[in-house]
């Protein structure tokens, strides 16, 4: 393959996977919060705050005619976080909801790696060309999984770190953790994902 074709790949991988729009999309409100937290010390202030920023980057991309799916999502998820610390009056929990979404995300991948369905091939296979064909072929197949287990590794790190940190109601330290652990976690897993990938060629149909 190319470089061109290595690079294209890279690009295609990092959308499927988020993104830096996903990204900036999910995790700056949450910033906006811990920020409005720890100026105001109000919760319903520093919720309203979170879900306006999202509210504001769903408006944006729908100007500027760009994908909105992330910005919806994202919002989406910032209204669970606010229900929830709503609900229990602690400013902590506005992250639980992301406890237990990477909780179910890294038993999601161990499943699907255990069954030989991994969903790095599954959400990557049509989008870089190969659809399923990619279960015919065991170097290819391997190689999904491998890049599966990384992202395993991702979601249960974050939950073995945060969860301690919400446990014990330590709330900057959980915000902070939530950037370090979201950004530059997110690029290293789809980097690694990218160079594990692009040792196998992409399988068509009839190889």
Same mark, same amino acid.
């Given at each position: ?6 690079? !294209? !790949? ?18 700056? #409100?949450?910033?906006? +919060?811990?920020?409005?937290? $720890?100026?105001? $010390? =109000? ?13 504001? +980057? ?32 602690? *400013?902590? !929990?506005?992250? &639980? ?6 909780? *179910? ?7 699907? =790696? ?11 296979? #049509?989008?870089?060309?190969? =659809? ?10 391997? *190689? ?15 939950? *073995?770190?945060?969860?301690? &940190?919400?446990?014990? =109601?330590?709330? $900057?330290?959980?915000?902070?953790? $939530? ?6 976690? +997110? ?21």
């Amino acid at each position: 393959m190319s470089y061109e074709g290595h690079h !294209d !790949d890279r690009a295609k991988i990092m959308d499927a996977l988020g993104g830096k729009r996903g990204l900036i999309d999910s995790g700056l #409100p949450s910033i906006i +919060f811990l920020v409005a937290f $720890n100026i105001t $010390n =109000n919760l319903n202030r520093s919720i309203l705050a979170a879900i306006i920023t999202s509210a504001l +980057f769903t408006i944006l991309r729908l100007a500027r005619r760009e994908t909105i799916q992330h910005a919806i999502s994202g919002l989406i998820g910032i209204i669970i976080c606010a229900w929830i610390a709503r609900r229990s009056g602690k *400013a902590a !929990d506005f992250y &639980l909801f992301g406890l237990y979404k990477n909780a *179910a995300y890294g038993a999601a991948y161990a499943l699907a =790696n255990i069954v030989k369905w991994p969903l790095i091939g599954i959400m990557l296979g #049509p989008i870089l060309g190969e =659809n399923f064909e990619w279960r015919k072929n065991p170097a290819r197949l391997a *190689a999904y999984r491998q890049a599966g287990w990384i992202w395993m590794g991702l979601f249960l790190i974050r939950v *073995a770190i945060q969860y301690p &940190l919400w446990k014990t =109601n330590h709330l $900057n330290w959980l915000g902070s953790v $939530n950037i370090v652990l979201g950004y530059p976690l +997110f690029i290293f897993a789809a980097w690694i994902t990218w160079l594990i990938l692009k040792r196998v060629p992409t399988v068509k149909a009839g190889d």
